[in-house]
């Protein structure tokens, strides 16, 4: 039987609030990105900020350490996230 995994773009909304919930966190995400804080209001839930959260999440292995603690996630999960979105 085929275990279930979480929905990639639900993780990624979910890290996308997560990294929102801590100035230092939406600050690093912006300033790597290149998104404008605009810009991520309007696309928050594109395949493509989507992807941009998630390459995001994978750079930095604490943060995503954190996220996936936070959110009851296995590191594998996001992991399968990413690469379902492109990021890895």
Do not use: C, W
Request: net charge negative; hydrophobic share 40%.
């Amino acid at each position: 039987m085929a275990v279930s995994r979480p929905d990639s773009e639900t993780i990624a909304l979910q890290g996308l609030v997560f990294i929102m919930s801590d100035d230092a966190e939406i600050s690093r995400f912006l300033g790597l990105s290149g998104i404008s804080p605009e810009a991520l209001r309007q696309s928050a839930g594109t395949p493509e900020t989507l992807r941009a959260v998630m390459e995001y999440l994978m750079g930095h292995e604490p943060t995503a350490r954190a996220f996936a603690e936070n959110a009851g996630y296995k590191p594998d999960d996001l992991g399968y996230a990413a690469h379902r979105l492109g990021a890895i």
